[in-house]
């Protein structure tokens, strides 16, 4: 049994009425995999856990976790190709696809400062990938 726990944060993301996607793009992987390697991916039962933080995730399997980590939806997470010489404020993190330095603190609402042109910026929604 696979299973997804989300803090209440998160729980926007999850339900289809509040324009999140997410069960769509688990449905669409779970085809696609089954599609391209031959496996069947088990259902993946999600569920609200009051116990992790607002935007706490982690995945089980089997009741053990396997992955987690924090996601902060109403911020852009802005990563750092190499070639960025300005100082950037924000709260230090790991990109989970690839464990590249980032940052979250950059308001998904509010246009981006001159200095932040350069780097490249993800909502949170991409960001449900992890290793």
Request: charged fraction near 20%; proline fraction near 8%.
């Amino acid at each position: 049994m696979v299973e997804l726990e989300v803090g209440y944060g998160l729980i926007n993301i999850v339900e289809s009425q509040s324009s999140g996607d997410l069960l769509e793009r688990i449905v669409s992987i779970r085809k696609q995999f089954a599609l391209d390697m031959g496996i069947i991916v088990p259902s993946v039962h999600i569920r609200d856990n009051l116990q992790l933080g607002p935007g706490e995730y982690r995945v089980l399997i089997k009741g053990n976790r396997v992955a987690g980590g924090t996601l902060r939806p109403d911020y852009l997470l802005a990563m750092d190709p190499g070639n960025t010489t300005a100082r950037v404020d924000g709260i230090p993190t790991k990109e989970p696809a690839f464990g590249l330095d980032a940052l979250f603190g950059f308001h998904a609402g509010h246009a981006r400062k001159p200095s932040l042109r350069a780097l490249p910026l993800s909502t949170c929604p991409p960001l449900w990938q992890h290793t």
